[in-house]
């Protein structure tokens, strides 16, 4: 019975990604409000009765997106202790690498479309929300102070995962979450420092 279940538990991970997956794609190609249940059935390779089983409309699929990453964000978040992460920032940029190549074919599509930037605005909001929660309640730092510094680091490492799913990845993502980390707490010269230290190795 418990194989059973799991087998189920798999089928349904599997079919709600590829619902997930198929929707991120759609966005890169068009507008949120111009997708429908058929094509996007179609693109996740089921039929419309399978997807009404697990949504009851495109804006589901959404909440159900924003939710997923919040409590993955969260869990990745769970035992981060700022104090300690600041002698050390790689890492806490570690785990941002972290979520995003948990479902990479996902995150692909969701930061390279053009349109529907309303999506990834709420997303990135509801990051700096929990981001700042759980810096707060460690770092005695006044807010708005907190806010401007999880803007900065949050909207400058969306700008460069953009920027990387759309190149040709050459970079490793490991690579990529250690310049940003670096150039967030020891900025330009950290970075050439670090490079100078690499090249007399």
């Given at each position: 019975?418990?194989?059973?279940?799991?087998?189920?538990?798999?089928?349904?991970?599997?079919?709600?990604?590829?619902?997930?997956?198929?929707?991120?794609?759609?966005?890169?190609?068009?507008?949120?409000?111009?997708?429908?249940?058929?094509?996007?059935?179609?693109?996740?390779?089921?039929?419309?009765?399978?997807f009404y089983?697990?949504?009851?409309?495109?804006?589901?699929v959404i909440?159900?997106?924003?939710?997923?990453?919040?409590?993955?964000?969260?869990?990745?978040?769970?035992?981060?202790?700022?104090?300690?992460?600041?002698?050390?920032?790689?890492?806490?940029?570690?785990?941002?690498?972290?979520?995003?190549?948990?479902?990479?074919?996902?995150?692909?599509?969701?930061?390279?479309?053009?349109?529907?930037?309303?999506?990834?605005?709420?997303?990135?909001?509801?990051?700096?929300?929990?981001?700042?929660?759980?810096?707060?309640?460690?770092?005695?730092?006044?807010?708005?102070?907190?806010?401007?510094?999880?803007?900065?680091?949050?909207?400058?490492?969306?700008?460069?995962?953009?920027?990387?799913?759309?190149?040709?990845?050459?970079?490793?993502?490991?690579?990529?979450?250690?310049?940003?980390?670096?150039?967030?707490?020891?900025?330009?010269?950290?970075?050439?420092?670090?490079?100078?230290?690499?090249?007399?190795?």
């Open positions: 019975m418990e194989n059973k279940t799991k087998s189920v538990d798999r089928r349904v991970i599997k079919t709600k990604r590829a619902i997930r997956n198929a929707f991120a794609k759609l966005m890169v190609e068009k507008d949120i409000n111009d997708i429908t249940i058929i094509e996007l059935a179609e693109a996740a390779d089921i039929n419309r009765k399978t089983n697990y949504y009851s409309g495109v804006y589901q909440e159900d997106i924003e939710n997923d990453i919040i409590q993955s964000y969260e869990r990745l978040l769970g035992n981060v202790q700022f104090k300690q992460s600041m002698a050390a920032p790689y890492t806490l940029f570690e785990r941002f690498s972290r979520l995003i190549n948990m479902d990479p074919e996902f995150f692909g599509y969701l930061l390279t479309m053009n349109g529907n930037t309303a999506l990834i605005t709420r997303i990135m909001r509801l990051l700096k929300d929990k981001t700042r929660e759980v810096m707060v309640a460690q770092v005695d730092i006044e807010e708005y102070k907190a806010d401007i510094m999880i803007d900065f680091i949050l909207s400058g490492m969306l700008s460069v995962y953009q920027h990387w799913f759309a190149s040709d990845k050459a970079v490793p993502p490991d690579e990529v979450a250690q310049i940003i980390s670096t150039m967030s707490f020891s900025g330009f010269n950290g970075v050439i420092s670090a490079d100078a230290e690499g090249a007399r190795g």
